[in-house]
Every structure is written in C-alpha cells, then in structure tokens.
Nanobody, 115 residues
Framework: QVQLQESGPGLVKPSQTLSLTCTVS??????????WVWIRQPPGKGLEWMGV???????YYNSSLESRTSISRDTSKNQFTLHLTFVTPEDTAVYYC???????WGQGTQVTVSS
C-alpha cells in the first residue's frame, strides 16, 4: 500500500516562500520511479495542477505558476518537495502530493497565506 504524506507550515506570510515536502512509503514506489505531482485546491474552487517531477528528474509546471514554482526530490529519503515563492493570499489552499497516474494521493495539507 503506497502512502504519501505532506508536511510543511500551515501558515505562511505574504511574499515568503512556501516549501512542502511529500514523503512516500510502501510498496516499490520510490521517488526515482514514476512521476510525482503537486495539486492544490483553493477554498471554493476546483483542483489546480501545479507541476510534476518525472522519474528522470525532469520537471514541468503549470504555466500560470511556472515563474514561482519548483519541484525537487531527494531519492535517498523518498521525498519530493514543492517550493512556491512570493506567496500571496491567493495561494491559500489545500495542497496535495500525488503519484502519477493519480492513483495515490496524500491526505492534503492546509496552507494559509496571511500576515
């Protein structure tokens, strides 16, 4: 059974950088295999795909977030991390880490951007 667990701050101040880490456990689903995705859901809105890191380490980002987003990974720890710079209150959302093809999801973590 694959498990994904997000971790990071629940409250971030505007203009700061948000960093969230996803730890993968169970099965043979290491972060050096498959693609791993970050998705978020702002309050009252739908899911927004943020970006992906593929098994070879290449990354792709939502064009609307690309200038502020990066995804990295630490295969030795089976973790991948989202960095979102210069956050604003519009970045308030529940953030999910997901295994591609969207068959396993973390439980989600609430992030609020507020001063």
């Amino acid at each position: 059974q694959v498990q994904l667990q997000e971790s990071g701050p629940g409250l971030v101040k505007p203009s700061q950088t948000l960093s969230l880490t996803c730890t993968v456990s169970g099965g043979s689903n290491t972060t050096s295999s498959y693609a791993w995705v970050w998705i978020r859901q702002p309050p009252g809105k739908g899911l927004e795909w943020m970006g992906v890191i593929h098994s070879d380490g290449t990354t792709y980002y939502n064009s609307s977030l690309e200038s502020r987003t990066s995804i990295s990974r630490d295969t030795s720890k089976n973790q991948f991390t989202l960095h979102l710079t210069f956050v604003t209150p519009e970045d308030t959302a529940v953030y999910y880490c997901v295994k591609d093809p969207y068959d396993y999801w973390g439980q989600g973590t609430q992030v609020t951007v507020s001063s």
